[in-house]
């Protein structure tokens, strides 16, 4: 067996549950920094109200495309878990305890729930999203994708779900 | 990543503040200099919320306790949120049965857990903002210090809390107006009221008492308007004729702005025998356990108190953007600091009367409670002392025992006061659905 094969566990029609989800946390946390910076150019409310619900739902999606990774990860034999999986796992576990305190800083009244905390962590979030989004397309690319079209081994029935 | 270090050197402590702040030193922050610590920001603001048990948990009788020779009566009982009291010339108390408009929106995931917090401390807010907003007339026919009959007078008001009398009419300060109706002490219906001036309420509407009062001669009416949140959280605009005094001409309605820069202003009351008005004042919350004290000032006018720039004179609030030193520079230092987060609502000064001679030209303060505190504070009856018609000295507790020392149960919440032509001081007790009724009774003590 390839060392390299590794399946999603928990997969819809072929597409990883943890892939369906991720889109959620990265656009919520991506337009979280887009309203606190016009917040913090504008000190308009509704910004960095807008801020705190992205910030929110961003979280609480993180944390369940969090929980399909790490089945995903997990539930295959630790010999063919790609060491690219634990440091794509390992930089979203920061991202979602920087977002996390985010949404308290958030929670502050006026200015100070975004300049300069709130808005420094946002950017934070995002370069780690960055990052982490691009370990995780490694993963699902190389791990996932090659392993299906090099794998003489397997017939085509076997890549259906 | 010079952001990335500087965020990181905050962040820390920050998370340490939050995890340790439990035990929070007892306030020594009272009358003319209050000692300001640092201001904090925090990832969870200290926080107590009250528990309101009522006063018949542990046992059928419990009341709150009086300094030695007074005597504590539950004047009328089974109320629903009394707010507050105005005692008429012939001994009739007339009480604003009341609870918040409920028209704050929840514009933010903060205002949905907040609204749920606050909600479990005030024990009839529900019941009262279904819609028994009333006044209600209490009588005590055999002066045996219990009320004997109980008349409403009036229902469905929007929020009514200050109420005054003078020359047969009686104006009720609701949370968008002020309203005057033709009432002479003893009737036991009130008629139909007129519009005197609207007052800002709506929209949001987050500070929602207006206290009211008539000067000493009748000619002018003073209304206090809180701010419509904390920290201008919703914009400056929401803000408009809010967070100051206004002087009315009850006879025209016509109004201007009297004080301002006070977050939410209560108690209106003039200082017995002067033209000097008093207000107490619930200032801002989420800097600390010891931070913004809350006070008692003379009102002067014309005078800018600070919010929302500033707090006790030039402490600059950097929540508030942009920011203003002009505004600042203005700031006026408040008389009296009653120390933090108590929540005063209600002054009653003593002049004359029964009581003992310690307490004659002092200032009773109504102090609702804390909940931006990790320990309670307030929740009580304070006696702040006058020398020279001047607040001296540190408050003593005069009516206490509405904690119960069990976690955070408290029995109920001290409101609004007033004195009878009988000398006894009533006391609205919301959370408590009761009135009190504190008499001297001539032995022992002071």
Redesign the interface.
Known sequence: MDRHVFRPRIAVGGVPIHAMLVPFPIVCFTGALLTDLAYAAS????W??FS??LL?FGTLFAGLAALFGLIDLFSVPSERRPAIGLWHMGLNLVLFVVAF?N???H???????V???GL??S??TVLLLIVSGHLGHRLAYRHVVRDRTDDPARTPEEDRP | MK??T??LA??APL?ALAACSRSAEPPTQFGFNPKLPAPK????PPMGIANPVGWDRTGAGAAPTVPPGFMVQAFAKGLNSPRNVLALPNGDLIVASSGGPNMEPN????SFIFQWLMNTSHGGERGAAAGENTLILLRDTNHDGVADQTVVLAKDLPSPFGLAWANGTLYVGMTDSVWRYPYAPGQTALGPGSLVTDLPGGPIDHHWTKSITLSPDGSKLYAGVGSN???????LEAEHGRAMIWEVDPATGAKREFATGLRNPNGLTFYPGTQTLYAVVNERD?LGNNLVPDYLTSVRPGAFYGWPWSWYGRNV??????QRPDMVAKAVIPDYSLSTHVAPLSIAFLKGGTFPAHYQGGAFIGEHGSWDRNVLNGYQVAFVPFVNGRPTGTPETFLGGFTTGKGRDVHGRPVGLAFGPDGALYVADDAGNTVWRVSWTGKGGT
């Not at chain 1, 929670?107 to 729930?113: Q, V, Y």
């Not at chain 2, 949140?229 to 914009?235: A, P, R, Y």
């Not at chain 2, 609030?317 to 942009?322: A, C, E, K, M, T």
């Open positions: 000190a308009e409310v509704q960095t109200n705190q619900w929110l305190i949404n308290l800083v929670a502050r009244d006026g200015w100070t729930s300049v300069p905390t420094t962590l950017i934070i | 952001r990335l500087a965020l905050t962040a998370l920001q925090f990832l969870l514009l933010r995931p903060k949140s904390n920290i201008v959280e919703n914009g989420e609030d950097v929540r508030v953007h942009p």
